[in-house]
């Protein structure tokens, strides 16, 4: 069970804060349920989701260690643009790498967005939409989720990244 303080990964929300255990003043909630109260850090709102779990997946913030492990593979992480024959398959894959929690399904996502639009700058084009909405909600997540763990500003994890990995070139999708 999470205490007050601690910081946790709710769902594709994000990093939040658990803030308090109660019940929601609100029509039709289970009073009898437990629920807690999380803060997103990086976007407004109030959450609450059961104690005893719900249908979104909440977990704690990775570790500095961990965070460095995960920077330390994305030299040998072979990215590739994701093409798919429809926009909505295209939407149903980046949707489930969202969906998994998992940082390097983030990472893996972040940096296949990345080599996307790195290919159509070079042949003059924008990157398409849906390459836009869910790498940018991956960088969100990922970014969030490593300043978090290394105790860093968010505007910062791109360049402590690039740093990491000795790379001229940070990773960000926009």
Not at 25 to 37: M, P
Not at 38 to 61: A, E, F, M, S
Not at 64 to 83: F, G, Q, R, T
Not at 148 to 155: H, R, S
Request: hydrophobic share 35%; proline share 5%; charged share 25%.
């Amino acid at each position: 069970m999470y205490q007050n303080g601690d910081l946790v990964v709710y769902g594709s929300t994000g990093v939040c804060k658990v803030e308090g255990l109660g019940s929601p003043d609100y029509r039709g909630v289970d009073r009898e349920r437990k629920y807690y109260l999380l803060n997103p850090l990086y976007q407004d709102g109030v959450i609450y989701t059961p104690v005893d779990g719900g249908k979104v997946p909440i977990r704690p913030v990775m570790s500095a260690d961990d965070a460095h492990k995960l920077i330390d593979l994305i030299p040998s992480v072979h990215a590739e643009a994701c093409h798919e024959r429809t926009l909505q398959l295209l939407a149903q894959k980046y949707q489930t790498a969202l969906q998994s929690g998992d940082s390097r399904d983030l990472l893996k996502l972040t940096m296949s967005v990345h080599v996307k639009r790195k290919q159509a700058e070079k042949q003059n084009h924008r990157l398409g939409m849906v390459d836009e909405k869910y790498g940018k909600q991956a960088e969100r997540l990922l970014f969030g989720e490593l300043a978090v763990a290394l105790d860093i500003p968010f505007e910062q994890v791109p360049t402590y990244i690039a740093s990491r990995v000795n790379d001229e070139e940070t990773l960000s999708v926009g």
